[in-house]
C-alpha cells in the first residue's frame, strides 16, 4: 500500500485538471468512459511493472494466492488512479476521440 500511496502522490497532484469538455460544453460519456479505461489500462500496465520488482513482503506475503489476485489488484489500482485524475492521458484520449467522431460525420 505504501508503493501505491507514493505512486498516486507523484502522479496525481493535489489540483488535477478537470477534464475536458465537448464544444457544446457537455461530454460524451460513451467516449470519456472509453478514454478513461484505455487509461486505467495503462496505469495498470505501470504498476504490473512495479509490483513485479518489489520484494514479497512477510510474514503473510508470497505463495500462490497472492500470485493468483496480484493482477486483479492491480487492475483496480488503476482504475482508482484514473478515476481520481489519473495522469492525464484520458483528456488527450478523449480529444482524439472526439475528433475521429468529427471526420467520420
Known sequence: MEALAAVTSYYM???AAK???????TRDPRAWEAAQDFEAQF?????QSMFESMEQESPFGGGPG??????????QYGREVSKAGGIGIAD??????????????
Open 19 to 25: 477534464p475536458v469538455s465537448a464544444a457544446h460544453g
Open 66 to 75: 497472492e500470485t493468483m489476485f496480484r493482477s486483479l489488484l492491480v487492475d
Open 13 to 15: 497532484p493535489a489540483a
Open 92 to 105: 488527450d484520449i478523449y480529444r482524439e476521440i472526439l475528433k475521429l467522431q468529427e471526420a467520420s460525420r
Open 43 to 47: 496505469v495498470s500496465t505501470l504498476f
